[in-house]
């Protein structure tokens, strides 16, 4: 695979040049959905990122235990970024409301495992 590199080298550069930060993911979120967030929010966190992570649908009681620190919230309309990263999200469609919230980003980063990803 010659273009990861490539790819990875540039999620890294806009990391570092973002100061605030969203994470969204997909609607009725599950185990890797919540995992991805609240992982990649510490990191970022860890870099001394603004960092907040947003999901349509509250998280279900078996999956609290991922997010001790309620780190999910429900989005809110009229908040810039400069980074947004979709996490476990095939599609636009899949974060749902979310997906309007966050127009408003200089870079927009997609990191997800589904094949049916649409780019
Ligand atoms: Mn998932």
């Given at each position: 695979m010659k273009t990861h590199p490539k790819i990875i080298d540039r999620i890294i550069d806009g990391i570092l040049q973002s100061r605030t930060f969203c994470i969204i993911s997909h609607i009725r979120p599950d185990g890797d959905c919540v995992g991805s967030q609240v992982g990649l929010a510490l990191a970022l966190q860890g870099l001394g990122k603004r960092v907040i992570c947003w999901n349509e649908d509250s998280i279900p009681d078996k999956y609290r235990f991922l997010d001790p620190d309620r780190l999910i919230q429900k989005p809110k309309p009229g908040l810039e970024f400069d980074c947004v990263i979709a996490t476990d999200?095939?599609?636009?469609?899949?974060v749902g409301a979310v997906a309007k919230c966050v127009a408003n980003r200089k870079l927009f980063i997609n990191i997800d495992h589904h094949e049916s990803n649409t780019r």
């Open positions: 999200a095939a599609s636009l469609d899949r």
